[in-house]
């Protein structure tokens, strides 16, 4: 055979070879946010003064002040699970998530709440998840819009109502915290236009009791699958991705 024309058909072969494996392979689109001390936000703080952390410096010395809050607030934000579609992570040292994006449009169901359970058909698999309806819970949507005149994208985050049946939505990300120590920041956010939800930071007010939440969810836990995280190495940069 010609060796262009052997050439060609091999070129053809890795072609729609590329495309059948890109149309099977798990999405490589995340679900990423910080979640952040109340006390580093100026507007949180004034919302809550209680959250305010003392000055441990003189007032001029700011890079210490930063130093001393970031260590006094790390563990705050540490060890808060997350869960979404089955999977399962929890906020790292410096209180960031990662998940796999599995949403095909443009919006995104926040829950917090400090307890679930599932309800169960045909044995161990779970149809949906409720809230007891004696137990907190606060309902957010997060819708991903283009402003028409300026072409910028931005968030839009409002509250919703609790559902009668206190069902958590099936694509709702859970925040496994109670209510009242848990801040988001309703309105409007700048955005990235891009596959991955790179959403606004969450604040967490100094009151978090993490251990009786994780106490709580461990009931439960069994239901979700852990996110596993790729960590890639180059001479360029360094990268995290999610092993959806």
């Not at 070879?17 to 890109?22: H, K, P, R, V, Y």
């Not at 979404?84 to 599995?102: A, H, R, S, V």
């Not at 009931?219 to 990268?239: G, L, Y």
Request: aromatic fraction near 12%.
């Amino acid at each position: 055979m010609n060796k262009s024309i052997h050439s060609f058909l091999v070129m053809i072969g890795i072609f729609f070879l590329n495309s059948i494996i890109a149309e099977t392979a798990p999405t490589p689109h995340v679900i990423s946010f910080f979640m952040v001390p109340c006390a580093s936000n100026p507007a949180c703080v004034k919302k809550f003064p209680a959250d305010k952390l003392p000055t441990m410096v003189a007032s001029h010395d700011k890079i210490n002040n930063m130093i001393l809050q970031r260590h006094l607030t790390s563990p705050l934000v540490q060890g808060i699970y997350v869960n979404y579609l089955g999977y399962l992570t929890y906020t790292d040292y410096q209180g960031q998530i990662l998940l796999p994006n599995k949403e095909s449009g443009n919006s995104l169901t926040v829950v917090i709440t400090s307890q679930i359970y599932p309800v169960l058909f045909q044995g161990n698999t779970v149809h949906h998840f409720e809230i007891p309806q004696e137990v907190d819970a606060a309902f957010y949507e997060y819708t991903l819009k283009q402003d028409e005149q300026h072409k910028k994208w931005y968030w839009n985050i409002m509250h919703k109502e609790r559902p009668k049946n206190s069902q958590v939505p099936t694509h709702a990300l859970t925040i496994m915290a109670k209510p009242k120590d848990i801040e988001i920041m309703t309105g409007t956010y700048e955005a990235i236009a891009e596959p991955n939800f790179i959403l606004p930071d969450i604040f967490v007010h100094t009151s978090i009791d993490n251990p009786f939440c994780v106490l709580k969810f461990l009931k439960v836990n069994r239901f979700f699958k852990p996110v596993e995280i790729e960590k890639k190495v180059d001479t360029q940069s360094f990268a995290q991705a999610i092993k959806a």
